[in-house]
């Protein structure tokens, strides 16, 4: 069965700074798919970065980008320059590909990050 | 930015009402989902919709009902609210999945349901 761990209920960084948020995954599926959300305490979920398991590049979306390690099987996100607004609960989320008409994603339990100023 | 609506943010009820969560979507997805999340905890699906006529269970099971009689529309109903009902409910919806794209989801605000 597939299984999103994330390690680190919380996190704390200094503003500015860069931050690695783990995630691990487990799936027998050769093709799939792996997400990073952003929900704030609002309560809504902000796509941040995508990750298909046959790209040959980690993905980048501005300051996010994705630390891809197939072989260990892990999808850790990483912040660069982090800012205040970047507070909020993180989950890493994965989508089987083969048989995945549904486009259904598995979630992790998340990362709880607080900037501080 | 996502065109995808949830009514009521937020709702106090007692039990034993009947409750209907709404959601819709202007982006003409085939694809709409809905999850559960209590607080600070991960999101579990809890049905799914592939189109018009199709719903299907989720991963969790749960009392609720849902029905897609239109595209842009996933409401979700509960018959007989009860306090273990209490959470956040998601809507979310994607585009049919093209090679090389990620299918992301796109979600509502959530739906913030507490039953008395």
């Given at each position: 069965a597939?299984k999103?761990?994330?390690?680190q209920?919380g ?7 860069a ?8 799936t027998?599926?050769p ?6 959300y952003?929900?704030p ?14 790209d ?10 994705l630390?891809?390690?197939k ?11 982090s800012?205040l607004?970047?507070s909020?609960?993180y989950?890493?989320?994965m989508?089987?590909v ?8 598995i979630?992790?339990?998340g990362?709880?990050?607080a900037v501080?100023? | ?6 009514t009521?943010?937020?709702?106090v009820?007692?039990?034993?009402k009947?409750?209907?969560l709404?959601c ?5 997805h085939?694809?709409?989902?809905w ?14 919709s592939y189109?018009v006529?199709?719903?299907?269970k ?21 018959e007989?609210?009860r306090?273990?009902h ?7 919806s ?7 794209e990620?299918g992301?989801?796109?979600f ?9």
């Amino acid at each position: 069965a597939q299984k999103i761990t994330q390690t680190q209920p919380g996190m704390f960084v200094q503003e500015k700074e860069a931050v690695t948020l783990d995630c691990t995954y487990d799936t027998s599926d050769p093709s799939y798919g792996l997400f990073w959300y952003k929900q704030p305490s609002s309560g809504e979920m902000i796509f941040l970065i995508y990750q298909g398991s046959y790209d040959q590049q980690n993905a980048t979306e501005g300051r996010y980008s994705l630390n891809f390690q197939k072989a260990r099987k892990s999808a850790n996100l990483v912040i660069s320059a982090s800012q205040l607004g970047d507070s909020a609960m993180y989950f890493c989320a994965m989508r089987e590909v083969y048989g995945g008409a549904t486009n259904k994603l598995i979630f992790g339990t998340g990362t709880l990050l607080a900037v501080q100023p | 930015e996502a065109d995808i609506y949830q009514t009521p943010r937020y709702l106090v009820i007692g039990t034993g009402k009947k409750i209907t969560l709404e959601c819709s979507q202007t982006m003409g997805h085939d694809k709409m989902y809905w999850y559960q999340q209590d607080p600070g905890m991960e999101l579990h699906l809890i049905h799914y919709s592939y189109g018009v006529n199709s719903t299907e269970k989720g991963d969790l099971s749960s009392e609720s009902t849902v029905s897609r009689i239109r595209t842009e529309h996933f409401p979700l109903t509960l018959e007989s609210a009860r306090p273990s009902h209490t959470s956040q409910y998601l809507c979310a919806s994607s585009a049919i999945l093209l090679a090389g794209e990620g299918g992301e989801l796109f979600f509502g605000e959530g739906s913030r349901l507490t039953v008395l």
